[in-house]
């Protein structure tokens, strides 16, 4: 994926205490599935965004610390990015 796509997922707030936005800005492409990775590799949590462009998790209950965002669109191509907790 281009630069491009990874700049048009925008996450916040960051660093978040309550709800964390996920907005895919891409009319082109279509999300399917979101994971949110911990700081030791442990998926805490997983999505269905299901051509949804914005979604919102509740972050409260995650422990302080920095976390992966793991997008896959449908055709298996996949975009990371980092909040803090």
Not at 20 to 35: A, V, W
Not at 47 to 76: K, W
């Amino acid at each position: 994926m281009s630069m491009n796509a990874q700049q048009l997922i925008t996450v916040f707030p960051n660093p978040v205490t309550g709800i964390l936005n996920i907005r895919n800005s891409n009319p082109k492409t279509e999300y399917q599935n979101t994971r949110i990775i911990d700081s030791a590799g442990e998926v805490v949590h997983t999505e269905r965004m299901s051509g949804l462009n914005h979604v919102q998790l509740d972050a409260s209950s995650f422990p302080n610390g920095l976390y992966l965002i793991e997008l896959t669109d449908n055709y298996g191509h996949q975009i990371i990015k980092k909040f803090i907790k």
